[in-house]
């Protein structure tokens, strides 16, 4: 751990983030209008702590976690990444950044250069990144490779002669490499069976507490995040819907989406199973391309009023820093 | 978690080597080019026969006085020309092959990866290239800066880059989205690496393809060219002959059909070499 910054303080924060692609339409000088893929994020983590963005495809949950590490441009925003700004600089400094935050992508199947060996997917940030020796990568990958589990034989195969399970091994060893401070897990195991999902995310624990690591954690599945986080973030079509720590998310939901979700995640426990009613969203998320000014939930939340459809709600603390975007939670 | 078998790791180029090997046609075609390539390198030497020289009497068949392919309207040894016309053939082939890839990959990887304003430049050249009528533009390259080796060389790589070029584009595009190109860019890997070293090896197959058939319709388009009489007149090629005994071929026909024979092997081997490097060099082809 680096000691330039305070105890406490947050290694990741991020302040009105907003992503917008533009859509071309009719050749050279056609309109120019924009896709709001995330729009005015905010939220902060704290060293060692893992938190979760989830909602459903098409969120910008994806989107938020490439512009945080400038594999996608943000328009908007501030990122800071132990007290350092991310959005806006090149060169070096953006080198610097990069070794500090590193990314575990969705599809071990796509992520893996399939013309390189395991072991130089892995020191291709040690070579790009650091001034490591050539005997100190050899050292860092064997070490890498023994952390993750595989085996140090399997160093000089393909990604095609690897399992997805262990594909996303070599994926995780790639992120550790530069030893950084924040790791960004898009969807880890959502590619994976589930009998390898529960090997990876206790690989992805046992790694947060070995190298002190800040994750943050994108998924669609709560399930998986209720294993893994201290904090959530809900969105919804580009926005925070809801955001707090894991305890009161799940035992006491506020926003109707929310609520919506936690109902739809599979319990095997028979008592809460019958507590529980499945709440069904009826419809499809709008068209981003053409915003609605009120509450963008509001077409299908089953409790919307004309306030909902008026205005859109502002993330507001709700009491014990639980924040949620919704005019009908008081 | 582990318990699937080991894999011996070994070097990719062995590994292709074996998968090339297993691709019956394109071990044919390998074997049939180097015997071309043996001829072409050694045939002078072994068979010193001067190509220019009158040897016998014109029009003898294949055969006659020990002549095997016998001899053309002026009396010169067609074994003699056919080895010779060899070289000219595959050095053109393949140098204008270099030249139109390394033209039509450094365009079509820019115009890929950069998008914008440099693909929208870079492909409209393309196009520009793309409708001019090849045989003709090159025969204007070739009648202004006269018949060597090199400007026909020159002159037929500056009229085929275009399809690679598009091909290069097509697969940059494609690569340059993949999840893997990300996670290098995300490992601080530079621009200049990025394009030659992460997509580029991935963009390689059709590539590769496009060039072997390019070896081929090169010596096509040499063949044509000097079918024209647009060649040097101090070497022998394929193409010279047959351009030279065009107006006897009714009454010795073996004279023209014995290049064209020529060319349509040698085109027909490289073919089949191509099609199983495609395949040998995809991994994803490879057994497990």
Redesign the interface.
Same mark, same amino acid.
């Given at each position: 751990m680096t000691q330039d910054s305070p105890q406490g303080a947050p290694l990741l924060q991020v302040e009105n983030l907003g992503v917008r692609f533009a859509i071309k339409r009719g050749g050279l000088f056609g309109e120019k209008r924009y896709l709001y893929a995330v729009d005015d994020v905010s939220f902060s983590l704290k060293r060692g702590e893992t938190l979760a963005i989830v909602g459903e495809s098409g969120s910008g949950k994806t989107t938020t976690a @490439?512009a945080i590490?400038r594999?996608v441009d943000a328009y908007t925003g501030r990122v800071r990444v132990a007290e350092q700004d991310v959005l806006g600089i090149e060169g070096e400094d @953006?080198?610097q950044i990069?070794?500090k935050v590193?990314?575990i /992508?969705?599809?071990p199947y &796509? %992520?893996?250069? *399939? =013309?390189q =060996?395991a072991e130089d997917i892995v020191r +291709? *940030?040690l070579q &790009?990144?650091t001034e490591t020796s050539s005997e100190d990568q050899q050292k860092i990958i064997d070490r890498l490779f023994a952390s993750v589990? @595989? =085996?140090p +034989?399997?160093?000089?195969? /393909?990604p095609?002669?690897f %399992?997805g399970?262990?594909r996303q091994r070599i994926?995780i060893a790639?992120a550790l490499a530069t030893q950084p401070e924040l790791i960004i897990c898009d969807e880890p195991v959502s590619a994976l069976d589930v009998a390898v999902q529960a090997?990876i995310l206790n690989l992805l624990r046992d790694l947060q507490a070995e190298f002190g690591l800040t994750y943050l954690f994108i998924s669609h599945d709560l399930g998986v995040v209720q294993h893994m986080c201290d904090s959530i973030a809900v969105m919804y079509m580009g926005r925070v819907v809801e955001y707090t720590d894991r305890r009161s998310l799940f035992n006491d939901p506020k926003h109707p989406y929310t609520t919506a979700l936690l109902s739809a995640v599979p319990s095997i426990d028979k008592k809460r199973r019958a507590e529980m009613k499945r709440i069904s969203i009826h419809g499809d998320p709008p068209d981003p391309l053409a915003p609605q000014k009120g509450c963008h939930f509001a077409n299908r939340c089953p409790m919307a009023t004309d306030t909902c459809q008026q205005s859109q709600p502002a993330l507001t603390d709700k009491g014990n820093g639980h924040m949620v975007a919704c005019h009908l939670v008081t | !978690? #582990?318990d +699937?078998p080991?894999?011996k790791?070994r070097s *990719?180029f062995i590994e292709a080597w074996e998968m090339f090997a297993r691709n019956r046609s394109a071990v044919a075609g390998l074997i049939i080019l180097v015997l071309i390539s043996l001829g072409a390198v050694f045939g002078p030497a072994l068979y010193p026969t001067d190509p220019f020289d009158m040897v016998w009497a014109p029009f003898s068949p294949p055969g006659d006085a020990g002549f095997i392919f016998g001899t053309d309207y002026l009396g010169r040894d067609l074994l003699a020309m056919i080895i010779n016309g060899a070289r000219v053939s595959l050095i053109i082939g393949l140098a204008a092959a270099v030249v139109s890839i390394v033209i039509g990959v450094t365009i079509g990887a820019l115009a890929g990866f950069y998008r914008g304003i440099i693909e929208e430049i870079l492909m409209r050249i393309t196009e520009f290239f793309q409708v001019l009528p090849t045989l003709l533009f090159s025969m204007v390259i070739v009648a202004l800066f006269g018949a060597s080796l090199p400007m026909i060389t020159l002159a037929i790589g500056i009229v085929s880059w275009t399809a690679v070029a598009r091909i290069t584009r097509a697969e940059f595009l494609r690569i340059r989205e @993949? +999840?893997?190109v !990300?996670? %290098?860019?995300? &490992?601080? #890997?530079?621009n200049a690496?990025l394009m030659f070293r992460?997509i580029l *090896?991935?963009a390689l197959p059709p590539i590769i393809v496009q060039s072997a058939l390019m070896v081929g319709s090169a010596i096509l388009f040499e063949a044509g060219l000097s079918f024209l009489g647009l060649t040097d007149p101090n070497v022998v090629s394929w193409g010279q002959i047959i351009g030279s005994n065009r107006q006897y071929i009714l009454d010795a026909s073996y004279t023209v059909t014995i290049p064209g024979l020529a060319i349509f092997v040698t085109v027909l081997a490289i073919s089949l070499v191509g099609d199983g490097l495609n395949d040998a060099l995809n991994?994803?082809l490879?057994s497990?």
């Open positions: @490439l590490a594999l @953006l080198r990069r070794r590193q990314f /992508f969705q599809d &796509s %992520s893996l250069n *399939p =013309r =060996r +291709e *940030p &790009s990144l589990g @595989l =085996r +034989e399997q160093k000089r195969l /393909f095609h002669q %399992s399970g262990q994926g790639r090997q | !978690m #582990t +699937e080991i894999q790791a *990719p @993949l +999840e893997y !990300m996670a %290098s860019r995300a &490992s601080g #890997t530079k690496k992460i *090896p991935n991994p994803k490879r497990r």
